[in-house]
């Protein structure tokens, strides 16, 4: 009998090590594997019968935490939070690290989700922290690199992110990671231009192909080659030279995975923009034209991430119109990304008050969990007060005087959340502002070109264009960083009114743009800038001597 006690005690312990030490449990990756492959009936069964089933706790957390993640799929926000709150209540219970790096990687995805930057790396860096010391959590770790990539996309850490799958030894992650890895050897090619960026890229992708043929899942498979055939046939399309027929026979393959697997018909748009862009590539703009329309056919905006990627859509068809001699039809889609501009700054002014609202909820029923102990608690000390009545009045003050500094503690974090929320907004407002003003500035100068009776380059406007995007991408980035209170700081000091015009100078100036910058920002003569300039020097009551642009990078905000 003490054998078996003996024996049941240690297969305990083996079995809850298992549990916590990713690298070793294959279920967890098995369900993982599902929900990347969006086998979500699958992945729910498998949760159920082999976690939340199961007599441990720290099984029913690991389960619970992806159930969190299953919800996301199919966006249940109220019962994604009641899944990583019964995770966290569990892990509570067993005090065990690793349960609570689960339960931080579940929250980590939950705020990333509600773009809220300072919880994301607040519950992100627990999370990593505890799993970066157990011996078996590279699959973990892994996961939350993939998790941060998805949050920031400057993320730099791709080799890291390879290395770590490449020791869980799962062809899923180890193929996934070599393809983002491959992207980031892209994208540096489009700052450097650097063709051993190029070779980089490629030498990825395949990599990560022949990693996904190991891939024993075939639905998992399948998206792994498609998201391998999208990202080698857009790069042998830049490639120097070319290979443009290697690139149609990756686009085609990619069109017949789309025709046979319902599940990957999200990647529609993907498919036949790489196909559009290949056609182009060999001059053939009737054919480009016929899937970049396509293309906008299965346009969806809740596939994609950025707005870049949105606009991505409507660029080619307005460059492909271009090149077609169709400038009607051009300047149409020039105006629907414009529109794209405007609806992203609505979702993102809505998603901020959706945060505000989450947090209220939260916190809400917080409040009533509390509140309902409190009431145990008041009963019990209602008997206290009949046996010892003096010990129970102190406790009955010490209590309120805890819960008052714990609602102080509240208020004031609520107002730091609202602070932080409204200089994100009003950051973005600005920064959205000067790219519709560009945009518009933009339009409207192609509409005079095209009224006029000479000749024109559409190539030259293109180019320019695309060359004043480039800067205006990195204008952008700075403008975030503006501090809110420098327009109303502007106004105090100023010993004249000052218009909307001599705002927008200033804040160009407070960015350190040169005369020629703004002049093409804002499609002016560089010596109307001049001008303008000096006007608003004198306008600021600054005398002859004085520099414009010292006084206005530092003044007191």
């Not at 056919?297 to 990627?309: A, G, I, M, S």
Request: proline share 2%; glycine share 4%; net charge positive.
């Amino acid at each position: 009998m003490i054998k078996k006690n003996i024996l049941i005690f240690v297969f305990t312990c083996i079995s809850h090590l298992c549990f916590s030490q990713s690298d070793l449990d294959k279920n967890q990756q098995l369900i993982y594997t599902y929900l990347f492959s969006n086998e979500l009936v699958k992945a729910k069964d498998l949760i159920y019968s082999d976690c939340l089933a199961s007599k441990d706790d720290s099984r029913k957390v690991i389960g619970y935490v992806y159930l969190s993640y299953y919800y996301s799929k199919i966006k249940d926000k109220r019962k994604r939070a009641e899944a990583l709150n019964e995770a966290k209540i569990l892990a509570g219970k067993t005090g065990n690290p690793l349960d609570g790096a689960y339960v931080n990687f579940g929250y980590a995805g939950y705020f990333m989700d509600l773009n809220d930057d300072e919880l994301f790396l607040n519950f992100f860096n627990k999370s990593f922290d505890t799993f970066s010391k157990s011996p078996d959590g590279y699959f973990m770790l892994t996961l939350l690199y993939f998790l941060k990539q998805m949050y920031n996309g400057s993320f730099s850490d791709y080799s890291k992110t390879r290395d770590y799958a490449l020791k869980t030894k799962n062809p899923v992650l180890i193929s996934w990671a070599l393809s983002r890895l491959g992207n980031s050897y892209l994208e540096e090619f489009h700052h450097t231009e650097n063709k051993k960026n190029i070779d980089s890229a490629i030498l990825n992708y395949n990599k990560s192909y022949q990693y996904a043929k190991l891939i024993k899942e075939p639905a998992a498979r399948e998206k792994s080659f498609m998201v391998y055939y999208i990202n080698y046939s857009y790069t042998l399309n830049i490639a120097t030279p070319a290979q443009y027929e290697k690139a149609m026979k990756l686009n085609n393959l990619g069109e017949a995975l789309i025709d046979h697997n319902p599940k990957l018909w999200k990647y529609r748009t993907d498919v036949y923009n790489n196909k559009g862009f290949t056609y182009e590539g060999m001059k053939d703009y009737k054919k480009a034209e016929e899937y970049y329309l396509k293309a906008y056919k299965y346009y969806d905006p809740n596939n994609y991430y950025k707005v870049t990627d949105k606009i991505e859509v409507f660029e080619n068809l307005s460059n492909i119109y271009q090149k077609l001699n169709d400038y009607k039809k051009a300047l149409f889609f020039e105006k629907e990304i414009k529109n794209i501009i405007k609806e992203d700054s609505k979702r993102k002014l809505s998603g901020n008050v959706g945060i505000m609202k989450s947090f209220y909820n939260v916190e809400q029923k917080n409040q009533q969990i509390t509140e309902l102990r409190k009431r145990q608690l008041l009963y019990i000390v209602i008997i206290l007060l009949i046996i010892v009545a003096g010990v129970s009045l102190y406790y009955t003050f010490n209590n309120k005087y805890e819960l008052n500094i714990k609602n102080i503690a509240l208020l004031e974090a609520e107002q730091k959340i609202l602070m932080i929320q409204q200089e994100r907004l009003k950051k973005h407002a600005l920064a959205i502002s000067l790219r519709l003003d560009y945009k518009n500035n933009f339009i409207k100068g192609l509409k005079s070109k095209m009224t006029d009776k000479t000749e024109i380059s559409m190539d030259k406007i293109w180019k320019e264009d695309l060359l004043n995007e480039n800067d205006f991408n990195e204008i952008q980035n700075i403008v975030e960083k503006v501090h809110p209170d420098f327009f109303k700081s502007l106004a105090s000091k100023s010993t004249a009114k000052l218009s909307n015009l001599d705002m927008k100078y200033a804040a160009y100036i407070y960015m350190n743009m040169d005369n020629q910058q703004i002049a093409n920002i804002l499609k002016a003569d560089p010596n109307t800038v001049r001008v303008a300039k000096y006007r608003l020097k004198q306008k600021m009551g600054l005398s002859k001597n004085d520099d414009l642009r010292s006084f206005i990078q530092n003044m007191d905000l």
